[in-house]
C-alpha cells in the first residue's frame, strides 16, 4: 500500500490543507503536523518554494498528437485546444445566475493513484535518500490514444530540507511512467504582463495594487508590468505607476485613436530578450497569487503557451461574492516565450487596428499552425469585473458595458 504521498486540497474559508477524501479513504490518516507545514491559501501557492526537479524516472519525448504544424483556416484554430483536468477537484465550481457552473473536470481517481503510485515506486528505488511526503496538485492532458502527459506538483523531503518538486511526466498505455526530458520549463524566466487602454485610470489603480500584493506575497523579482497608454485623459497613468510600489514597469505612451491589438503588440514589442515570457492580459483582472509562477511551468520556449480562462463576474459581483460563468470563448489571455511571439507574428495590427474581438482567435490560428501547444484551464482565483467601456473606443462604443 502506498503509504506517504498524500493528496491534499485547500479549505478556501480558512486557507488551511485538508486531505482530499480519495487521500483518507485509501492512504490512512495524514500527520496534522505535516498538513500545517504545507499550509498555503491559494490554487498552487502564495508561498513559492524552492523549484527543483529530481529526475527518477526514465527519459522520453513527447508528441502531442493532437498539435499538427499546418496551415489552418481563419478563426478554427482553437479546435485544436483542448481542456486538461486536475486533481485535487480545485475551486472552480460557482453559480451561473441560479443554477450550478462547469468547472475543471477531475482526474479520474484510480489513474490519479495508479500515477502516484508508480512514481512513488521508481522514487523509492532511486535511493536518493529522500522521501515523497506530499502531492499537492496534479494535472492531466490526455494525447489521445497513446498515453497521458501529467503535471506533477510534490513535496519531497531530502536530507537537507523540504523541496517543492514540478515535474511532467508521461503515462503510457502500458502503465509505464518516464520524465519528459523535452518538456522543461524555466523557473526565473522574466514574466512581462501587458496590457492595452485608454482612460482607465481606476483600473491602473487595481492592478498596481494587485500586483504589488503578489509581490509582497511572492517575493518574485522576475516579472514587470508594462502598461501601453492612448493618452488618457482621466488620470496620469504613468503618474500611478511612478507612485506604486511595483519594482518593475514600463509605461507606453501611444497617440491616435485606441487599438487593443495595436497596445498589445507595442507592449510585445517592448521586450528583447528572447528568453522571456510576454503575456498579454485584460485591465480587469485579479489575478490571484501564483499566477506569475504557475504561467512559468505551463510555457515551453518552442512548444508550448498558456491561455487560462477567466471567471467573468456579473454586475454587482466580487471574487468574495461570486456569480457570473467561466470565459471559454475568448483567448485575450496569452502567454508565450518572446521568441515565439516572433515567429508566430503577434497580432494583426492592421486588420484590427479598430477593431474589438476575433484578434485573439487570429493569434491562435498561427500558433498552431505553426506547432505549438496552448495549454487550457479555467484558472482559479482568476476574476473578471464587470466594467464599462465609455471612453475608450470613442463614440463607438458611449455607455456600453461588458461582462
Not at 486533481?87 to 441560479?98: E, L, N, Q
Not at 499552425?369 to 482568476?382: K, M, Q, T
Amino acid at each position: 500500500m502506498f503509504q506517504q504521498a498524500r493528496l491534499v486540497s485547500v479549505n478556501k474559508t480558512t486557507g488551511q490543507y485538508v486531505e482530499s477524501p480519495m487521500a483518507t479513504a485509501l492512504l490512512g490518516p495524514l500527520p496534522t503536523s505535516v498538513l500545517q507545514s504545507h499550509r498555503r491559501t491559494n490554487f498552487v501557492g502564495d508561498t513559492v518554494y524552492p523549484i527543483t526537479q529530481i529526475n527518477v524516472l526514465p527519459p522520453c519525448e513527447f508528441k502531442p498528437e493532437y498539435v499538427s504544424k499546418h496551415y489552418v483556416a481563419p478563426y478554427t484554430g482553437v479546435s485544436q485546444v483542448f481542456e486538461s483536468t486536475v486533481y485535487p477537484p480545485d475551486d472552480t465550481w460557482f453559480r451561473k445566475g441560479t443554477e450550478p457552473g462547469a468547472g475543471n473536470s477531475p482526474v479520474n481517481q484510480k489513474i490519479a493513484l495508479d500515477v502516484i503510485t508508480l512514481y512513488k515506486k521508481a522514487f523509492d528505488e532511486a535511493k536518493t535518500g529522500g522521501e515523497v511526503v506530499g502531492l499537492h496538485y496534479m494535472e492531466q492532458t490526455k494525447n489521445r490514444d497513446s498515453g497521458s502527459r501529467f503535471l506533477l506538483e510534490m513535496d519531497i523531503m531530502m536530507t537537507d530540507g523540504l523541496v517543492h518538486t514540478s515535474e511532467f511526466v508521461y503515462l503510457q498505455n502500458d502503465n509505464k511512467l518516464c520524465h519528459l526530458s523535452n518538456l522543461q520549463w524555466t523557473p526565473n524566466a522574466d514574466v512581462y504582463l501587458v496590457v492595452s487602454l485608454k482612460n482607465l485610470g481606476e483600473w491602473v489603480k487595481h492592478l498596481c495594487y494587485n500586483l504589488e500584493d503578489l509581490y509582497a506575497q511572492t517575493h518574485d523579482d522576475h516579472f514587470e508590468l508594462v502598461v501601453v497608454d492612448y493618452d488618457s485623459q482621466d488620470t496620469n497613468v504613468e503618474s500611478i505607476m511612478k507612485n506604486s510600489a511595483l519594482k518593475r514597469w514600463k509605461y507606453i505612451k501611444k497617440t491616435g485613436p485606441f487599438s487593443r491589438s495595436g497596445g498589445l503588440q507595442a507592449g510585445i514589442d517592448y521586450v528583447t530578450d528572447p528568453n522571456s515570457i510576454v503575456m498579454t492580459i485584460d485591465m480587469h483582472l485579479t489575478l490571484p497569487m501564483g499566477f506569475v509562477e504557475y504561467t512559468r511551468r505551463h510555457v515551453i520556449q518552442g512548444k508550448m503557451g498558456y491561455a487560462p480562462m477567466f471567471f467573468r463576474l456579473g454586475p454587482g459581483y466580487t471574487e468574495i461574492n461570486v456569480n457570473g460563468f467561466w470565459e471559454v470563448l475568448t483567448y485575450g489571455v496569452l502567454a508565450l516565450f518572446k521568441s515565439d511571439w516572433s515567429t508566430v507574428g503577434g497580432f494583426n495590427v492592421r486588420r484590427f487596428a479598430d477593431k474589438w474581438g476575433g484578434e485573439d482567435w487570429d493569434v491562435i490560428d498561427r500558433v498552431v499552425s505553426n506547432g505549438y501547444e496552448v495549454f487550457r484551464l479555467r484558472h482559479p482565483g482568476l476574476f473578471h469585473y464587470y466594467h464599462s467601456w465609455d471612453g475608450m473606443w470613442g463614440n463607438k462604443t458611449t455607455h456600453m458595458t461588458h461582462w
